[in-house]
């Protein structure tokens, strides 16, 4: 089996994210794009001009001066589309760099978790903050309402595991912090907010998945056990 290989610059053999391949990669010389600033890519059908992370980077659909010094392109041999950092950033195609939602996360939830992880690359700020009001969605799904830190009070007096709190306030303050610029610099923590999204699973698995299939098995078992269970603790 081929080994999976990562993007990454200058480098010449990668897994294509287009692809999917593992495959040779040809990059383009710099000197090439800076003898042509009205580079289009459009022409060569090598990227979608609608993805939303590279059309950001556009003016009539061409490269800006200041963009061209800050660009790396590696043309795939095997389908021929073209993997585009700016500033080191990967920026075509949009590529997911965490993990998918759990299946139990309630739509409202998950919709958010999905919209963070495909800005997650570019803005680490922005994903921050769409995380902390996907977990006070998931609060407020589990019948805690109003204040996000006295949700996460709520829930530690009716027992939640320290585990699960530390994780909400990681979320809660990293979160905050993205919106109102305190103490934690997001924008450098790019790592930290993708294991974020690891956090929020691992909640959505306490508190959901693991609780419905644990009352769902205790009350499988024989009526005349679980009367015998309910006398016990009388």
Not at 103 to 108: A, I, L, Q, S, Y
Request: proline share 4%; aromatic share 6%.
């Amino acid at each position: 089996m081929i080994k999976h290989i990562l993007p990454e610059i200058n480098k010449d053999v990668f897994t294509c994210p287009h692809c999917k391949f593992t495959a040779q990669q040809i990059f383009i010389n710099k000197v090439i794009l800076e003898s042509d600033r009205r580079l289009n890519f459009k022409e060569y059908n090598l990227v979608d001009m609608q993805d939303i992370n590279h059309k950001r980077f556009l003016s009539n659909g061409h490269y800006t001066p200041d963009i061209i010094s800050k660009i790396d392109i590696a043309i795939c041999t095997s389908c021929e589309k073209a993997t585009i950092w700016i500033d080191r950033n990967l920026v075509v195609p949009t590529i997911t760099t965490v993990e998918e939602p759990n299946e139990d996360m309630p739509e409202k939830v998950k919709e958010l978790y999905l919209e963070a992880s495909q800005v997650v690359e570019i803005s680490p700020k922005s994903a921050g903050a769409l995380l902390r009001l996907g977990l006070q969605c998931l609060c407020e799904e589990l019948g805690y309402k109003g204040n996000i830190n006295k949700s996460i009070r709520d829930m530690v007096k009716d027992g939640v595991d320290s585990r699960v709190q530390q994780s909400l306030d990681i979320i809660r303050v990293i979160g905050n912090n993205a919106v109102h610029p305190g103490e934690i610099n997001v924008g450098e923590r790019k790592e930290d907010v993708i294991y974020l999204f690891t956090l929020l699973n691992y909640i959505v698995r306490e508190l959901i998945t693991d609780k419905n299939r644990r009352d769902s098995l205790f009350n499988s078992l024989p009526q005349k056990v679980l009367v015998g269970i309910e006398q016990r603790d009388k």
